[in-house]
T-cell receptor, first 118, second 113 residues
Framework: AQKVTQTQTSISVMEKTTVTMDCVYETRDSSYFLFWYKQTASGEIVFLIRQDSYKKENATEGHYSLNFQKPKSSIGLIITATQIEDSAVYFCAMREGTNTEGADRLTFGKGTQLIIQP | GGIITQTPKFLIGQEGQKLTLKCQQNFNHDTMYWYRQDSGKGLRLIYYSITENDLQKGDLSEGYDASREKKSSFSLTVTSAQKNEMAVFLC????????????FGPGTRLLVL
């Protein structure tokens, strides 16, 4: 069964710095997709970035990038030049690529609250 | 672009009451989902549907029913509301491909008195 773990409950950093949020996953599938989502204080959830397991290059999207360490089953989210509006809860999620059971499901971690201080 | 609409935004119910939440999407997505989020917690999958009239159980389906009436809409029913229950129910949709992202609605906030 697939599993996603975010061990950091809360992180607080100063504005304009770089922050990394950790996520480790478990899967027996050889192909899988990893996602990061952001939930703002209003409750809105938005997609940020995706990493395909077969790609060696780390995905980047604006000031978001990923640190994909496949041997460690780890997918860290890096936010550079943080802004106050980056304060939110960040969720890591995974979908298996070839396992037919529950193929359409995303498995979410419990989230990391990021606080950006001025 | 598209949008997901959830109604109502807030729902206050009584213990034992049957409550229905509705979700509409205009992305023309095949797959739709219902999640429950308790305060400060992650998302737990209740039901999902990969096409019209299809229904798949998630991890938290007990105590809930769902209905995919048409491609654009997905309803969730709390069969018997539990006293002091408080949670946010989130609807999402996606094209259905394995790399496709899910898009989320704004949520329905439930409080049971």
């Amino acid at each position: 069964a697939q599993k996603v773990t975010q061990t950091q409950t809360s992180i607080s950093v100063m504005e304009k710095t770089t922050v990394t949020m950790d996520c480790v996953y478990e899967t027996r599938d050889s192909s899988y997709f990893l996602f990061w989502y952001k939930q703002t204080a209003s409750g809105e959830i938005v997609f940020l970035i995706r990493q395909d397991s077969y790609k060696k290059e780390n995905a980047t999207e604006g000031h978001y990038s990923l640190n994909f360490q496949k041997p460690k089953s780890s997918i860290g989210l890096i936010i550079t030049a943080t802004q106050i509006e980056d304060s939110a809860v960040y969720f890591c999620a995974m979908r298996e690529g070839t396992n037919t059971e529950g193929a359409d499901r995303l498995t979410f971690g419990k989230g990391t609250q990021l606080i950006i201080q001025p | 672009g598209g949008i997901i609409t959830q109604t109502p935004k807030f729902l206050i119910g009584q213990e034992g009451q049957k409550l229905t939440l509705k979700c509409q999407q205009n992305f023309n997505h095949d797959t739709m989902y219902w999640y429950r989020q308790d305060s400060g917690k992650g998302l737990r999958l209740i039901y999902y549907s990969i096409t019209e009239n299809d229904l798949q159980k998630g991890d938290l389906s007990e105590g809930y029913d769902a209905s995919r009436e048409k491609k654009s809409s997905f309803s969730l029913t709390v069969t018997s509301a539990q006293k002091n229950e408080m949670a946010v129910f989130l609807c999402a949709s996606s094209l259905g491909g394995r790399r496709d992202t899910q898009y989320f609605g704004p949520g329905t906030r439930l409080l049971v008195l």
